[in-house]
């Protein structure tokens, strides 16, 4: 019998988990199991109107990996991280609207950490307008590739950068706020990620600046295009949120990206990140 009960949404990424509780979650390792499962062939799972407690939701986490701590102090449960534009709850709210583009967490990390494994999301409260967050199977995008695209893009390397992700919302930045960007160390990753499951994927999103080698523009125009063609509506699921909604993804095969808003807005989701085991090669 499976533990879980899955429903596609689409039929590239997405399903909907139906008759499981926050309990269960947060105390049964054959369930966190499951869940992996189901996200390796789903990418993202939704578990609506859950209502997933704080704790609970770190608890769940701890079962599938090691939780990032590094933002810890913003919330008073170690392990949770408000995402709103709020900046009285979080300092760091003019970053976050540049989540408002297609991305993968994790590609110009600070110390050289592996991309996040998973990130799980709980809506707290939720926009009028807009705020919703989508999805894109950037495995399902390398797949539909020709093989003599794959043969190609599989020789191309990528630098990615703090700066050009901020730059989409902020083109016109202080001295002081570039510099600050700057001081965020860029990446060269291949633009085909071979996962050691022997599945691949796209590398792609706002931090991807420039194609190495290649002529700066004929590079981006490259970037974007392929972007374009990952993220087409036949290939996103766009979850609306209610409040109560839990939803997790596979950030290492999924792109992802928040739905603009009014900054005014009391959205809220409570964040928790499992740090990923495996770099991007």
């Not at 704080?54 to 008073?76: K, Y």
């Not at 996040?116 to 797949?143: I, M, P």
């Not at 570039?178 to 071979?194: G, I, K, Q, S, Y």
Request: a negative charge; one cysteine or more.
């Amino acid at each position: 019998m499976s533990l879980l009960t899955v429903n596609k949404l689409t039929a590239s990424v997405g399903a909907e988990v139906v008759g499981v509780d926050s309990d269960r979650l947060a105390n049964d390792d054959l369930l966190a199991e499951a869940v992996l499962d189901a996200l390796e062939d789903n990418g993202a799972l939704v578990f609506p109107g859950l209502h997933l407690d704080p704790h609970a939701q770190v608890a769940f986490c701890r079962r599938l990996g090691e939780i990032d701590h590094s933002s810890d102090g913003h919330h008073p449960v170690a392990g949770i991280y408000p995402v709103t534009l709020d900046k009285s709850k979080n300092a760091s709210a003019a970053y976050l609207r540049a989540t408002f583009d297609w991305h993968i967490d994790g590609c110009t990390p600070t110390n050289g950490e592996p991309p996040q494994k998973a990130t799980v999301l709980s809506a707290l409260q939720v926009a009028e307008h807009g705020g919703g967050t989508e999805f894109a199977n950037s495995y399902r995008a390398y797949e539909e590739l020709t093989d003599q695209e794959k043969k190609r893009l599989e020789s191309l390397r990528v630098v990615h950068s703090l700066e050009a992700s901020q730059r989409r919302v902020t083109p016109d930045p202080a001295p002081e706020e570039l510099a600050r960007w700057r001081a965020r160390p860029t990446h060269e990753h291949p633009l085909v990620w071979t996962h050691r499951s022997g599945r691949k994927s796209l590398v792609l999103g706002a931090s991807a600046d420039y194609v190495v080698g290649m002529n700066l523009e004929e590079g981006r125009a490259l970037l974007a295009e392929l972007l374009d063609r990952a993220t087409s509506a036949d290939k996103v699921y766009s979850h609306k949120w209610s409040v109560g909604d839990t939803v997790i993804w596979d950030n290492r095969g999924v792109l992802h990206r928040a739905v603009p808003y009014d900054p005014n807005s009391p959205r809220e989701m409570l964040r928790t990140t499992v740090l990923g085991d495996e770099q991007i090669q």
